[in-house]
């Protein structure tokens, strides 16, 4: 009897295998999260203090991605793993809610703030090896990054695409390093020296308004089946009572041209960024002496960036970018401290997972002259096939 | 099963009971089946044209405003809308057609792909690790799509249901039809070897019985080099393929080079609605394919 109910059971479970629906033949993998590397290595010759120069793995980028349920889905991006010891660093992780009621679509976590036109996307995703000098002026190395909540909604008043996005922020990430703020303290052999201005979260206390908001309205519309024009308009606040207070503002405007037909071999690309920076700087007492050692200033400076990249083949770029910006950091300098450069460049890319590029700068500056830089970039991506961001 | 039917009550409004659905399809194929089953129960979009390459149309937000409203999603699926339809989706921010929700539609869902390969990996090119997704390029396949969408406006759209299901019924006599014409069409010309630009046409060449001998592209999603555009001519001579099939979305030096070289026919392949002058819809483009295949073959034989 036992056996009859064993061989009954042996051969249900056969014929069950056997009849089993395709997706029970998923692997035992398929709920994984996707995991993606992306390799920057790059190469540098040129600089005035030839510091930087040589080549060096900028970043090794560890993405992992997947929905959390029917309503979520997280993404968690470790960077800034390079050859130069720095420790990794969590670059992102927040949750989207894609779709919540009227339309609205949240996330949380830390994120690249949707701050002006490249700020949103990762540094290796630049159509240049290096960042439009102003974004990294006023936003910062790493770009704007924050931990907080962001909402956004998609309109459609007259067939233009509108999408407005609002964030609530912990801070604005780098933007608002005081680094000329000094105070005079004396050592202890009664010498009077400049340090660092105590002007952090850690000494100061949290107030109400220390949250950062940042809110974009973008603008897109297609000229014809081919070309299009997208347009954005961005600000960032942050009034930290008793501490030096930021705002931003960006306008952002693309020409985009792709024929459809043959659209992996050809297109042609203008974009342009201007940022405003308005920086209210607090007044700082010596620790000791409780004079002032730095008076209350605001400093206002403004900053551009421009290229065009024409593409005339499947794997070929070429393009050159123009930058301009006043240092936001720069309060004692009566006239405004102006950088300039502009950067021819080349991309080959290899496949969607290998791509080249070389790039010269010509850069002038009030603190190192004149330097005529070169550039090498190495960009690899393992992994799923993601999408690509428009 | 009554899961679903409670969460797709939940999810579309009862006016949609009996009303129209809005359906979003991908490709112009897909969008063209959608509609001859939904027929005037549903108002059917596409996000690209057919002289378009799908694996790389742009996600461009002008498409989001297509989808903000819309009751179904279709995609081709097997990873084919990989790189623009995902972000396409999540930026709708229309709960409806998410990928979990009821009104997300892959297409491929019941298809018995080609070419599954066993360990993919980069080397082998921009290769799909669930098949090939140009099933759509067989019409046998249309039949088993156009189920699946009746199928999912029936259930969407419960009012409407035996309309869909008297359009399928339509649908598949028109198909049964023209499967007889066009197999008759191409009987004479089992047996022919041909190369494609990309490997895109092995369901195509399964039904009726064509032979791929290679592609112009060194592996998926790789231009072509002058070493392999070499080696493909010397192989066509050797093994005398008379011709020669492209889209297009792909440039057209290297298969006129090929044709000119080995004396080959160059076909236009339709791979849906427009893609080919004057093609207007699925069975438009299939009728395409096999009248410019057999006018090519029969000029080739005089």
């Not at chain 2, 194929?29 to 390459?53: H, M, N, P, T, Y």
């Not at chain 2, 008759?184 to 019985?209: C, E, I, Q, W």
Request: glycine share 8%; hydrophobic share 40%; charged share 20%.
């Amino acid at each position: 009897m036992r056996f009859h109910k064993l061989r009954y059971i042996f051969f249900a479970g056969l014929a069950a295998a056997w009849a089993a629906p395709a997706w029970a033949a998923a692997p035992a993998n398929a709920l994984n999260p996707k995991i993606s590397l992306i390799g920057d290595f790059v190469g540098q010759t040129g600089t005035k203090n030839q510091t930087d120069d040589g080549f060096a793995v900028r970043e090794i980028e560890l993405g992992f991605q997947a929905e959390v349920d029917p309503y979520a889905k997280a993404d968690v991006f470790i960077g800034s793993l390079d050859d130069k010891g720095h420790a990794p660093e969590l670059e992102e992780a927040y949750v989207t809610l894609p779709a919540l009621p009227y339309g609205i679509q949240a996330r949380g976590g830390k994120f690249r703030v949707n701050f002006g036109r490249l700020n949103g996307t990762h540094s290796h995703e630049y159509p240049q090896v290096d960042t439009p000098l102003v974004l990294t002026s006023f936003l910062g190395e790493e770009g704007m990054d924050s931990t907080g909540v962001e909402l956004s909604r998609v309109f459609n008043p007259f067939g233009v695409y509108t999408e407005a996005t609002y964030a609530v922020l912990h801070d604005l990430g780098d933007t608002q390093t005081p680094p000329n703020v000094v105070d005079q303290v004396k050592d202890v052999n009664g010498n009077i020296v400049n340090v660092q201005a105590a002007q952090d979260e850690a000494t100061t206390p949290q107030r109400g308004r220390n949250f950062a908001q940042v809110g974009k309205v973008r603008f897109y519309q297609d000229i014809t089946d081919t070309t299009n024009l997208d347009l954005g308009l961005s600000g960032a606040v942050r009034r930290p009572e008793g501490l030096d207070q930021r705002q931003l503002a960006a306008v952002d405007l693309t020409f985009r041209w792709k024929p459809l037909a043959q659209g992996v071999y050809h297109s042609f690309t203008w974009r342009s960024e201007a940022l405003y920076s308005r920086n209210k700087l607090v007044e700082t007492l010596d620790a000791i002496t409780q004079k002032e050692s730095q008076p209350a200033a605001t400093v206002n400076a403004r900053g551009a960036y421009s290229y065009v990249e024409a593409q005339p083949a499947m794997r070929w770029r070429f393009g050159v970018r123009e930058d301009y910006f006043e240092d936001p950091d720069n309060r004692v300098a009566s006239a405004p401290h102006i950088t300039r450069a502009v950067s021819p460049y080349i991309t080959f890319t290899l496949t969607e997972f290998n791509r080249f590029r070389i790039q010269y700068e010509r850069k002038r500056s009030p603190e190192n002259g004149t330097e005529n830089l070169g550039f090498f970039q190495w960009t690899i991506v393992l992994g799923p096939h993601g999408a690509h961001p428009f | 099963m009554k899961r679903l039917a409670l969460l797709a009550t939940l999810l579309f409004p009862a006016g949609l009971l009996a009303g129209t659905l809005k359906v979003v399809a991908t490709t112009p194929d897909l969008a063209d089946i959608a509609g001859q089953i939904g027929g005037s129960a549903a108002r059917v979009e596409c996000l690209s044209k057919g002289f378009q390459d799908p694996h790389f149309v742009e996600s461009k937000p002008s498409l989001i405003l297509k989808l903000m409203d819309a009751d179904v999603f279709i995609e081709t699926g097997l990873e084919l809308e990989v790189g623009w339809a995902p972000l396409l989706v999540q930026g709708s921010r229309n709960l409806r057609i998410q990928p979990a929700a009821p009104g997300f539609l892959d297409a491929s869902k019941s298809i018995t792909p080609l070419e599954v390969p066993q360990n993919p990996n980069r080397s082998m090119g921009d290769v799909h690790p669930g098949g090939n997704p140009h099933y759509l390029t067989d019409p046998e396949n249309s039949r088993i799509v156009a189920r699946e969408i009746s199928d999912k406006f029936g259930e969407l759209a419960p009012g409407d249901a035996a309309v869909f299901q008297k359009n399928l019924k339509e649908f598949e006599a028109r198909l049964d039809e023209n499967l007889a014409r066009w197999n008759a069409a191409m009987a004479p010309y089992k047996g022919t070897r041909f190369v494609s630009y990309h490997k895109n046409l092995l369901y195509f060449a399964d039904r009726f019985g064509l032979i791929p001998v290679g592609e112009i592209e060194p592996k998926p999603g790789i231009p072509p080099t002058a070493r392999h555009t070499e080696d493909l001519i010397a192989l066509m001579k050797a093994q005398k393929v008379p011709l020669v099939l492209t889209q297009p979305f792909y440039e057209s030096r290297t298969p006129n080079f090929l044709a000119d070289q080995t004396g080959a026919a160059l076909v236009t392949f339709a791979m849906g609605p427009d893609g080919a002058p004057g093609v207007k819809s699925y069975f438009e483009s299939v009728d395409h394919n096999v009248r410019a295949i057999a006018a090519a073959m029969a000029k080739g034989e005089k």
